[in-house]
C-alpha cells in the first residue's frame, strides 16, 4: 500500500481480555517495527522484524506481549490478559531494510485503551 | 545507555517567524543517526530531517535546518517562516548505526504557531 497501515484505530476493552493489533507495512518493506507511546512520552521501542523472524524482541515489557510476522509482510502485536497499564498508543513502522540509516516510515497507530 | 533530552516541553511562535526546539543526547559511540519528526494531531509521525553524524555539514530541508554539534552532543531543530500547518508534537530520535534498531525517542516538545 501507499502507507503504513494500522487497524483498528482505536480500540476500547476491559481488563483481562485478549486484544490484537494489526499493521499492513508498506509494500517492498522488509523490515517492520513495533513501537509504544504513552500518554505525554515519545515512543519506545517494542520489537522489530526483519522478513519474518523477530530480530530484536528486547522491548517487549513481559510475556502477556507477542508478535508474529508470519509471511513477512502484515505483522500483529498479541497482547494477553491486558491491564489498564497497557493503555496506549501503538505504532507500527516499516522501512526499506536492515540498515539503521534507513527512514522509517510510521502508520497513525492504534490506540489502546483498558477500563 | 542512550538517552534522548528534550528540555521544551511546549513552545509557541508566530506564524511567519523563527523558532528552535533543542534537543541533547547521550551515548559513548561515534556512529550515529539524528532524526527529527512531527506527530500532528493525526498521531501520524512524519520524518522532518535526518542527520547523520559523521557529516559536519547541517542538514537543511526547504524551511527546516538543523544545528548539530557533535562535540556537545546537541541536535536544535530551526524552523524558518512558520506555518500554522506547523503545529504539531516535535520528537527528536536517535540510533546507533550498527548492532541495533532501536531509535531512541526524546519526550516531545509541542510546538504551537499562531496566527
Known amino acids: 500500500g501507499a502507507g503504513v497501515s494500522q487497524t483498528p484505530s482505536n480500540k476500547v476493552t476491559e481488563k483481562g481480555k485478549y486484544v490484537e493489533l494489526r499493521c499492513d507495512p508498506i509494500s517492498g518493506h522488509t523490515a517492520l517495527y513495533w513501537y509504544r507511546q504513552s500518554l505525554g512520552q515519545g515512543p519506545e521501542f517494542l520489537i522489530y522484524?526483519?522478513?519474518?523472524?523477530?530480530?530484536?524482541d528486547s522491548g517487549l515489557p513481559n510475556d502477556r506481549f507477542f508478535a508474529v510476522r508470519p509471511e513477512g509482510s502484515v505483522s500483529t502485536l498479541k497482547i494477553q490478559r491486558t491491564e489498564r497499564g497497557d493503555s496506549a498508543v501503538y505504532l507500527c513502522a516499516s522501512s526499506l531494510g536492515p540498515s539503521s540509516g534507513n527512514t522509517i516510515y510510521f502508520g497513525e497507530g492504534s490506540w489502546l485503551t483498558v477500563v | 545507555a542512550q538517552t534522548v533530552t528534550q528540555s521544551q516541553p511546549e513552545m509557541s511562535v508566530q506564524e511567519a517567524e523563527t523558532v528552535t526546539l533543542s534537543c541533547t543526547y547521550d551515548?559513548?559511540?561515534?556512529?550515529?543517526?539524528l532524526f527529527w519528526y512531527k506527530q500532528p494531531p493525526s498521531r501520524q509521525m512524519i520524518l522532518v530531517i535526518r542527520?547523520?553524524?559523521?557529516?559536519?555539514q547541517n542538514a537543511t530541508e526547504n524551511r527546516f535546518s538543523v544545528n548539530f554539534q557533535k562535540a556537545a552532543k546537541s541536535f536544535s531543530l530551526k524552523i524558518s517562516d512558520s506555518q500554522l500547518g506547523d503545529t504539531a508534537m516535535y520528537f527528536c530520535a536517535f540510533i546507533h548505526t550498527s548492532g541495533t534498531y532501536k531509535y531512541i525517542f526524546g519526550t516531545g516538545t509541542r510546538l504551537k504557531v499562531l496566527a
Open positions: 522484524f526483519q522478513g519474518t523472524g523477530a530480530a530484536d
Open positions: 551515548t559513548s559511540e561515534n556512529n550515529y543517526y
Open positions: 542527520q547523520e553524524a559523521y557529516k559536519q
